[in-house]
Protein backbone atom coordinates (compact mmCIF):
# COMPACT_ATOMS: atom_id res chain seq x y z
CA UNK A 1 0.00 0.00 0.00
CA UNK A 2 1.73 3.53 -0.62
CA UNK A 3 2.87 5.23 2.06
CA UNK A 4 1.31 8.48 1.30
CA UNK A 5 -2.21 6.91 1.62
CA UNK A 6 -1.59 4.58 4.88
CA UNK A 7 -3.28 5.27 7.83
CA UNK A 8 -3.17 4.03 11.19
CA UNK A 9 -6.66 2.14 10.46
CA UNK A 10 -4.55 0.22 8.30
CA UNK A 11 -2.16 -0.70 10.68
CA UNK A 12 -3.80 -1.06 13.81
CA UNK A 13 -5.31 -4.34 15.96
CA UNK A 14 -9.08 -4.06 15.39
CA UNK A 15 -8.94 -7.02 17.87
CA UNK A 16 -8.98 -5.23 21.47
CA UNK A 17 -9.97 -6.12 24.58
CA UNK A 18 -10.51 -4.23 27.74
CA UNK A 19 -10.70 -4.49 30.97
CA UNK A 20 -13.27 -2.31 33.27
CA UNK A 21 -11.08 0.06 35.96
CA UNK A 22 -12.91 -2.17 38.79
CA UNK A 23 -11.69 -5.38 37.29
CA UNK A 24 -9.41 -7.43 39.96
CA UNK A 25 -5.39 -7.70 38.09
CA UNK A 26 -6.22 -11.44 38.85
CA UNK A 27 -8.79 -10.95 35.88
CA UNK A 28 -5.94 -8.56 34.09
CA UNK A 29 -3.37 -11.54 34.51
CA UNK A 30 -5.76 -14.30 33.57
CA UNK A 31 -6.83 -12.14 30.35
CA UNK A 32 -2.51 -11.95 29.43
CA UNK A 33 -2.15 -15.48 30.08
CA UNK A 34 -4.88 -16.40 27.20
CA UNK A 35 -3.84 -13.49 24.60
CA UNK A 36 -0.34 -13.05 22.94
CA UNK A 37 -0.62 -9.26 23.21
CA UNK A 38 0.45 -6.57 25.84
CA UNK A 39 -2.27 -4.09 26.63
CA UNK A 40 -5.67 -4.38 27.96
CA UNK A 41 -7.32 -0.89 27.04
CA UNK A 42 -9.18 -0.15 30.33
CA UNK A 43 -12.90 1.41 30.40
CA UNK A 44 -15.18 3.52 32.60
CA UNK A 45 -18.72 2.79 31.43
CA UNK A 46 -17.79 1.82 27.85
CA UNK A 47 -15.00 5.04 27.39
CA UNK A 48 -11.81 4.76 27.39
CA UNK A 49 -9.50 6.21 30.06
CA UNK A 50 -6.63 3.76 30.46
CA UNK A 51 -4.26 1.36 29.54
CA UNK A 52 -2.47 -1.34 31.67
CA UNK A 53 0.49 -3.24 30.53
CA UNK A 54 1.43 -6.69 30.63
CA UNK A 55 4.64 -4.97 32.50
CA UNK A 56 2.32 -2.53 34.90
CA UNK A 57 0.67 -6.33 35.81
CA UNK A 58 4.40 -7.60 36.70
CA UNK A 59 5.52 -4.45 38.48
CA UNK A 60 2.15 -4.64 41.67
CA UNK A 61 1.73 -8.37 41.86
CA UNK A 62 4.10 -10.60 43.95
CA UNK A 63 6.21 -12.63 42.47
CA UNK A 64 5.75 -15.59 44.27
CA UNK A 65 2.31 -15.99 42.67
CA UNK A 66 2.11 -19.08 40.84
CA UNK A 67 5.38 -20.22 42.58
CA UNK A 68 5.16 -23.73 44.05
CA UNK A 69 5.52 -24.11 47.65
CA UNK A 70 6.94 -19.89 47.84
CA UNK A 71 3.49 -18.86 47.19
CA UNK A 72 1.60 -17.39 50.45
CA UNK A 73 -1.94 -15.71 51.25
CA UNK A 74 -0.16 -12.13 51.33
CA UNK A 75 1.42 -12.87 47.70
CA UNK A 76 -1.96 -13.81 46.23
CA UNK A 77 -3.41 -10.69 48.40
CA UNK A 78 -1.87 -8.83 45.26
CA UNK A 79 -4.18 -10.27 42.60
CA UNK A 80 -7.22 -8.48 44.49
CA UNK A 81 -5.62 -4.90 43.69
CA UNK A 82 -7.95 -3.07 41.42
CA UNK A 83 -7.10 -2.39 37.47
CA UNK A 84 -7.47 1.52 38.12
CA UNK A 85 -5.04 1.29 40.94
CA UNK A 86 -1.89 0.45 38.73
CA UNK A 87 -3.21 1.68 35.30
CA UNK A 88 -1.78 4.68 33.20
CA UNK A 89 -4.45 7.16 33.64
CA UNK A 90 -2.90 9.41 30.69
CA UNK A 91 -4.04 8.21 27.60
CA UNK A 92 -2.37 9.09 24.84
CA UNK A 93 -4.67 8.86 21.85
CA UNK A 94 -4.64 8.17 17.86
CA UNK A 95 -7.11 9.16 15.16
CA UNK A 96 -7.81 6.48 12.92
CA UNK A 97 -7.30 8.95 9.83
CA UNK A 98 -3.46 9.58 11.40
CA UNK A 99 -0.28 8.70 9.38
CA UNK A 100 2.31 6.29 10.67
CA UNK A 101 4.51 8.88 11.34
CA UNK A 102 2.19 10.97 13.32
CA UNK A 103 1.61 7.98 15.30
CA UNK A 104 5.42 7.14 15.73
CA UNK A 105 5.80 10.63 16.76
CA UNK A 106 2.88 10.47 19.43
CA UNK A 107 4.54 7.35 20.71
CA UNK A 108 8.08 8.80 21.02
CA UNK A 109 6.63 12.28 22.58
CA UNK A 110 4.53 10.38 24.97
CA UNK A 111 7.07 7.67 25.74
CA UNK A 112 4.42 5.02 25.25
CA UNK A 113 4.33 1.82 23.50
CA UNK A 114 0.54 1.57 22.55
CA UNK A 115 -2.30 3.94 20.83
CA UNK A 116 -5.51 3.25 21.65
CA UNK A 117 -7.10 4.13 18.50
CA UNK A 118 -10.19 6.29 18.72
CA UNK A 119 -12.53 8.12 16.40
CA UNK A 120 -13.97 11.43 16.98
CA UNK A 121 -16.81 10.00 18.87
CA UNK A 122 -14.61 8.39 21.27
CA UNK A 123 -15.87 4.94 19.90
CA UNK A 124 -12.53 2.58 20.51
CA UNK A 125 -12.02 1.32 17.12
CA UNK A 126 -8.22 -0.63 17.43
CA UNK A 127 -4.81 -0.44 18.97
CA UNK A 128 -1.65 0.43 17.27
CA UNK A 129 1.16 -0.56 19.00
CA UNK A 130 5.19 -0.06 18.54
CA UNK A 131 5.47 -3.80 17.04
CA UNK A 132 2.65 -3.09 14.18
CA UNK A 133 4.94 0.19 13.02
CA UNK A 134 7.92 -1.82 13.40
CA UNK A 135 6.29 -4.74 11.48
CA UNK A 136 5.27 -2.34 8.67
CA UNK A 137 8.87 -0.51 8.35
CA UNK A 138 10.61 -3.87 8.02
CA UNK A 139 7.41 -5.81 5.96
CA UNK A 140 6.02 -3.43 3.86
CA UNK A 141 8.63 -0.91 3.28
CA UNK A 142 11.72 -3.06 2.71
CA UNK A 143 13.77 -2.04 5.84
Do not use: Y
Amino acid sequence: MPTATLTVRDLMTADVVTISMDDTLRSAKQIFEKRRFHHLIVVDNGRPVGVISDRDLLKNISPFVGVRFNERPQDTETLRRRVHQVMTRKLVSVQPESTPAEAARLLLANRVSCLPVIDAKENLLGILTTKDLIRWLVMDQGL
